[in-house]
């Protein structure tokens, strides 16, 4: 669903790179924790997916499909395939909840039939009946983060990047937002979420790629928050918490189940 | 829906926005105004163009008791030189420019006189002597004035040649300049206009970029994110495009048709309604003001 090939993101020649040679897959319907230090390149990973930036060499797919080879008019489709979750919620101030979430079928032109009968829904997914007429600020820190994350899944995007959506919540709120994230991903959706919450993370038992100076330094499956497994010097080969076989972090066989299955996902 | 959202995002932000779009409107009105005031002076110059040029004349006047001039040395005109110039102006060399002519003697230009200036107590002191006898041409082509001046201000028996449209050439000439001042004016204001719309959009960018990000995050075409604030400028303009041929029609209507008409009632006014010509023109000369300093601003503030 998202592969990227050696991928270097340089902001400014003089510093170090954002991100250095990334090689990376995360196959559709995985969910992946993104982790590292502020300033590990997490939110540039994410910036570059949505094609905010351009990737300074490398080539990052989405989807089976090369973003630098889309062209501006078309990065609104690729948008459209991709739901964005953010720390501070972002949701517009004056809009009740169901106008927030309705405000996403707006702006890409779905009818109003469609709008009243897909608001509710989503709503419901993330555990919001009965809130639709609320305001943002009528809302805890939690339940605005779930309008977010129903703004974000109304469309049915393919992937949904949530880029620290718990920094703002205490531990137990966060634990329901990972519900709501778990099940928008059993519903078949890529989550990939960077966050700084090593508990979420350790209770979540997911795939986790840790980032540290523009460097993929681990690359798990139902991993912690902190590696169990002391890295020793540069070395990328990582065993598996669960004590399997090791397993290297770059792509060879990833990419050509990618590859094949391109095909059958066309629009995403 | 998504023109209803469009339309719906342009009234919040024209109110959100009113004191800057208030005066985008009032600098396009006074804007536009002046480029259609230059218009009116031009349309006023072809209206009087077309009026006058088809009654005036080029006139050759007879030396008379006092002439001085040189082809006036035998004193005044003879009846033979008279003939003679009816002779030319009936041969085929100049009478393929002249349309008809006639002779005006002594006695009619005394009548005519006396006609043009009935309250003027000058007419008591001019005898019928006093006043030369003409040739009054009517031209096919007025351009072609040259060439009858040329070829009657030699002969024996006349005094001079007189094109009358020269004289109008000279209120031409004023009113053209006239409607140059206004263009400069106008030019000056067309630029404060684009500037202060390209302001407007700036800011009504920034106070609804919350909105916009969201938009750019969820997939929104550059068009729905973008034509609102493109829109509100351009209604804006479209406003003060309006004021402006209304004020225009009103000048013509009220000050022209009113006032101007009854003071000189023998000049031909252009009407109010033609003014209203000139609203497609202001209207879209607004459109484009608007449209592109919105774009060109939107690109640099509004990134998708």
Not at chain 1, 155 to 179: K, Y
Not at chain 1, 248 to 260: F, K
Request: positive net charge; hydrophobic residues 45%; proline residues 4%.
């Amino acid at each position: 669903m998202i592969r990227f090939e050696n991928v270097t993101k340089v902001y400014d020649q003089k510093a170090r790179p954002a991100l250095d040679s990334i090689n990376l897959e995360i196959d559709r319907g995985e969910f992946a924790f993104l982790v590292g230090a502020s300033g590990s390149g997490k939110s540039t990973f994410l910036r570059l997916v949505l094609k905010e930036d351009r990737a300074s060499s490398g080539a990052v797919y989405v989807a089976g499909q090369n973003v630098a080879n889309i062209s501006s008019w078309r990065v609104p489709r690729l948008r459209r395939g991709i739901g964005v979750v953010f720390q501070d919620f972002r949701l517009l101030p004056q809009k009740t909840v169901f106008a927030n979430v309705a405000f996403a079928m707006q702006v890409i032109g779905k009818s109003r039939s469609v709008i009243r009968d897909t608001v509710p829904e989503v709503l419901k997914t993330v555990g919001l009946e009965g809130k639709e007429n609320r305001l943002p600020h009528e809302l805890s820190g939690g339940e605005q983060q779930r309008v977010a994350i129903a703004r974000a899944v109304v469309n049915r995007p393919g992937i949904l990047l949530a880029d620290e959506p718990t920094g703002n919540l205490d531990p137990t709120t966060s634990m329901g937002i990972m519900g709501v994230l778990d099940k928008i991903n059993q519903n078949g959706t890529t989550v990939v979420m960077a966050t700084h919450d090593d508990d979420i993370v350790n209770e979540m038992r997911k795939r986790v790629v840790e980032l540290r100076n523009g460097v993929i330094i681990r690359d798990e499956a139902k991993a912690l928050y902190t590696s169990m497994i002391p890295i020793v010097g540069q070395s990328r080969r990582l065993r598996d918490a669960s004590g399997r076989e090791p397993e290297p972090a770059a792509v060879p066989t990833a990419v050509t189940g990618v590859d094949a299955r391109a095909a059958g996902e066309g629009q995403l | 829906m998504r023109l209803q959202f469009v339309l719906a995002e342009i009234g919040s932000g024209l109110r959100r926005n009113l004191s800057m779009v208030v005066s985008v409107i009032l600098v396009t009105f006074v804007s536009l105004t002046f480029v259609g005031a230059a218009g009116m002076l031009q349309l006023q110059i072809n209206q009087m163009k077309g009026y006058w040029y088809d009654k005036v004349q080029v006139a050759i006047f007879l030396c008379s008791d006092g002439s001085t001039a040189a082809g006036c040395a035998t004193g005044p005109a003879t009846p033979e030189q008279q003939d003679n110039l009816a002779k030319l102006l009936e041969s085929p060399a100049v009478a393929q420019y002249v349309n008809d002519f006639q002779f005006e003697s002594k006695d009619d230009a005394y009548k005519h006189f006396k006609e043009q200036f009935s309250n003027s107590p000058i007419v008591d002191s001019v005898t019928p002597d006093q006043l030369p006898a003409s040739f009054r041409i009517n031209m096919k082509d007025p351009e072609k004035y040259q060439i009858i001046s040329e070829t009657f201000s030699s002969q024996a028996g006349v005094e001079t040649v007189i094109d009358q449209r020269q004289l109008l050439e000279r209120l031409f000439s004023v009113m053209n300049a006239a409607s140059l001042v206004a263009v400069s004016v106008a030019g000056v204001m067309i630029v404060c206009a684009i500037l202060l719309i390209a302001t407007t959009i700036r800011l009504s960018a920034f106070s609804r970029r919350r909105e916009t990000g969201i938009m750019r995050l969820v997939g929104a075409s550059k068009i729905v994110i973008q034509l609102p604030f493109i829109l509100e400028g351009v209604i804006a303009a479209v406003i003060g495009a309006a004021l402006a041929s209304a004020t225009l029609w009103a000048v013509a209507h009220f000050f022209l048709g009113g006032y101007l008409s009854q003071q000189y009632p023998d000049t031909a006014f252009i009407s109010a309604a033609q003014t209203l010509i000139l609203a497609p023109a202001l209207i879209g000369l607004g459109v484009l003001l608007a449209g592109v300093s919105s774009l060109l601003t939107l690109r640099r503030y509004l990134r998708v």
